[in-house]
DNA sequence: CCGGGGGCGTC
DNA sequence: ATCGGAG
DNA sequence: CTCCGATGACGCCCCCGG
């Protein structure tokens, strides 16, 4: 199949809004497709190559595709900057600026699918030196060869943002439109779940049939799609939508890890561990794999918990950025060992021996959890209290907090509650004081700086960069960028609010590491809240002051929609209430 | 040989 | 991670 | 309610260039 035809599908897609409509289009492209196609569009449809827990990147990102556009029209580096900052959207660029130079230059050959997945399976592998140079030569080539059309999502499949209105979901649906029928909905996405790869989904399907889909079995080695959870601000409405009693779980801030056991296997492959996004982290905490082996008691199984920095004399958790230091750490192992010692929490079982336990309810896996686990040093049981009082959820949640927790999960104990990917019908919820302004202090910024906006918001600013004010040296400092919070009405007015601050460079005040496309001169303050202060290494508010090359930050900043009109810049809050929020929360009471 | 830009994954 | 839009 | 795609801080590794 011609990667033409994709492409043609995609753009009629993306023009659609039904997400029914959208599934039926990518219906027909599935179908006109052989089974090898097939999966290989799937995984393109998705941006990628290869299931997410395949170890496979392009390492290949904005920049390089810009020079790679570069490379292969000559047009001005500049001027495609420009074009990628109005147009928000590589794709475009590439599209726009082939569009001029086919003129001139032929196609050369038709990019088949299997051509491209070569091409691209190809630039993925190549590393060491000269490597840039290849891939950036090779896309050119592609780029060059390719019809506008098919570079629009040459780019976007290398940034892995389709942006056509279509994930892994509708493409669940759109297979079982072709190979499986309505009926067989559920079979499909458990397969997905179990698999983590909807590729192989769709290959199953297309050679074997859905029956082969049910034949299906968790199996250690192979990482299931994680269980998400809702998020609610109150505690009242958590019990209420959980049918008046839950299972409360301190919800640890560290790092979620799925544990695949298998003691038969050989010396260095009895431990299998995968991040949420089933990233393999097995070499990076092999401290904890003989913990593990003695903890769990079957021969084989699949359990699931937090990874969570510890101090190991008091038993005291850490904050996120301490494990931070050993997350995707290759060298200097045994230093990172040493300085950062992490515990595993465990919250789930998904396989326990031969028993597959994801479609039993919570409160059985649960039960099966104990029974399996003998807590050790350094492998232990998440804390939990099962109640129908609101009252008593609500201390539970104080002492969470007081423990270093982030808050708390709430599990549904219902005949329904089985293991599901994806956050599905409030079966968990997560409780955290942020989600609650009166609960954490909220910070009024002054606006100093902006950046474009991507995709959907195009055309105005996707983010605003932020400062707060330090009185003494009358200088504003940044302390985050600003995008989440927004909605359409307040995106569409921020051009023409900060229209009076617009300058050509920063201010004079403005102390800033990161470079804005635009500059204001401070004005303009917002409302916005966060979980906590951070360390910073990019931003100034606040720098040195309490660690050597470190300024302050926020953790997840969001407008909370309070335009403050009657603050000035210099009534913003200041770097050293910043630094007293730090402070503050060192001492969790 | 080291610093920094770029990429990618965690939250 | 959080958030808002749209079906 | 579900699904999608905007956006955040930050730490590690890689490659490249001074």
Redesign the pocket.
């Known amino acids: 199949m011609l990667f033409e035809e994709v492409v043609r599908a995609y753009e009629k897609i993306e023009s659609t809004?039904?997400?029914?409509e959208m599934r039926d289009m990518l219906a027909d492209l599935f179908s006109g497709a052989s089974c090898d196609e097939l999966k290989t569009i799937v995984y393109l449809t998705t941006g990628r190559l290869c299931p997410e827990f395949v170890?496979m990147?392009?390492?290949?990102?904005?920049?390089?595709?810009l020079k790679a556009i570069y490379e292969a029209t000559r047009v001005d580096m500049g001027h495609l900057e420009a074009l990628y900052r109005k147009t928000?959207d590589l794709g475009a660029v590439a599209a726009m600026v082939l569009m001029e130079k086919k003129q001139s230059s032929l196609f050369t050959e038709s990019l088949t699918v299997e051509g491209l997945r070569a091409a691209l399976e190809e630039l993925s592998k190549k590393?060491?030196?000269?490597?840039?140079?290849?891939k950036s030569r090779t896309l050119a080539g592609l780029f060059h060869s390719a019809s506008p059309v098919e570079a629009k999502y040459l780019a976007r499949i290398l940034?892995?943002?389709?942006?056509?209105?279509?994930?892994?979901?509708?493409?669940l649906d759109a297979l079982t439109v072709v190979f499986a029928g309505d009926e067989n909905r559920q079979a499909v996405e458990r397969a997905y779940n179990i698999t983590s790869d909807i590729g192989l989904v769709a290959e199953i399907l297309c050679t074997k049939g859905v029956e082969a889909l049910k034949d299906l079995r968790v199996q250690v080695g192979h990482p299931l799609k994680a269980m998400l959870a809702?998020?609610l601000g109150d505690i009242g409405d958590i019990m209420q939508?959980m049918g008046g009693r839950a299972a409360f779980e301190y919800k640890y801030?560290?790092?979620?890890m799925q544990v695949h056991i298998d003691k038969g296997a050989p010396e260095g492959g009895k431990i299998k561990m995968f991040?949420?996004?089933?990233?393999d982290l097995t070499p990076q905490f092999p401290e904890l794999h003989h913990w593990i082996l003695n903890a769990f008691e079957e021969e084989k199984g699949i359990i699931e918990g937090e990874c969570v920095p510890v101090d190991i004399t008091t038993g005291e958790f850490l904050p996120?950025?301490v494990i931070?230091?050993?997350?995707?750490?290759?060298?200097?192992l045994d230093g990172?060992i040493e300085e950062f010692p992490v515990k595993l929490v465990l919250f789930d079982v998904l396989l326990s021996g031969d028993k597959e336990m994801i479609d039993l309810p919570f409160p059985e896996r649960r039960k099966e959890l104990e029974r399996v686990i003998g807590p050790n040093e350094r492998v232990d049981l998440s804390t939990i209290l099962i109640t129908d009082n609101t009252d008593e959820a609500q201390s539970f949640f104080m002492e969470a907090l007081a423990s270093g927790c982030?808050g708390l999960m709430t599990k549904s104990l219902a005949d329904d509650s089985v293991y599901r990917a994806?956050?599905?019908?409030?079966i968990w919820i997560?409780y955290?004081k942020?989600?609650r302004s009166e609960m954490v202090d909220t910070v009024d910024l002054v606006v100093v700086g902006a950046?474009?906006?991507?995709?959907?918001?195009a055309d105005t600013y996707?983010?605003l960069l932020m400062a707060s004010y330090n009185p003494e040296e009358n200088r504003y400092e940044t302390v985050?960028?600003?995008?989440?919070?927004?909605?359409?009405?307040h995106l569409s007015l921020l051009p023409e609010m900060l229209k009076p601050y617009l300058q050509k460079a920063k201010d004079r005040r403005v102390e800033s590491i990161m470079e804005a496309d635009y500059w204001f001169s401070p004005g303009l303050v917002l409302e916005i809240?966060g979980?906590e202060i951070?360390?910073?290494?990019?931003?100034t508010c606040a720098r040195d002051v309490l660690k050597e090359g470190a300024?302050?930050?926020?953790?997840?900043?969001?407008?909370t929609?309070r335009f403050r009109d009657d603050k000035g810049p210099e009534d913003a809050t200041t770097s050293q209430e910043i630094v007293q929020i730090y402070r503050a929360q060192l001492k969790k009471t």
């Open positions: 809004a039904s997400r029914l170890d990147e392009f390492g290949v990102a904005d920049k390089q595709i928000g590393s060491g030196k000269g490597s840039q140079q290849y940034v892995g943002k389709m942006r056509i209105g279509v994930a892994v979901m509708t493409i809702e998020r939508k801030d560290g790092l979620r991040s949420r996004q089933l990233e996120f950025q931070s230091r050993r997350r995707g750490r290759k060298y200097g990172a982030e994806g956050n599905r019908g409030w997560k955290k942020e989600y950046f474009a906006g991507k995709g959907r918001r996707g983010a985050c960028k600003l995008g989440s919070g927004f909605d359409d009405s809240i979980a951070t360390h910073s290494p990019a931003h300024g302050l930050s926020i953790r997840f900043p969001r407008f929609g």
